[in-house]
């Protein structure tokens, strides 16, 4: 796909999932506001109290169930995928030394854009891409325009780095990788 029309596919996929500021962040009020009333009639409040006053999860029990980390799961993601390290921080654009560091400490935070350039890389489809990013701590929100391009850019599996710092750019959005 040559970039003008993913730029033109990037562009209409924006007008039917961004939620700006224009629209006061609701796509389709009537759907909302159905979706708040049920929940409303839902509720209970007796089993709420009753919820919190037992005692169902104990904080011990809350480490236990914690997931993999970032640095484990994206691991995990080159492992399965079978690529090299330094293929995948040569494909997703980021410097050596920030791979190096997110291999050595297993509690690595990174930038969301680092997790959209590792996405980009590694070749992620939408679940492994999630996946990725809720291991960061982040997901793809409909009110941000990179989420909103990158959500498109995957599904339609755009996976080099400058195609899409080029479409990210055109849409004045900032860039993946060193770039950023």
Known sequence: MNIQVLKIVVQKYLDI????EKSNGCKNNRYILDKIISRKNDYDEDKDIAFCQSEVILEPDLLNCMEDTFSKTLFKLIKRKGILETDCYKN???DRRLFSKIRSNDDYQPRKNTVFALIIGLKL???EAKMLLES?????SHSIKTD???ECLIKHKVYDIITVNEILYSF???LLGQTC
Do not use: Q
């Open 92 to 94: 997703s654009n980021l």
């Open 125 to 127: 489809n939408m679940y």
């Open 148 to 150: 909103v391009i990158m």
């Open 172 to 174: 004045n959005c900032p």
């Open 17 to 20: 999932n961004f939620i700006d």
């Open 136 to 140: 960061a701590g982040y997901s793809i």
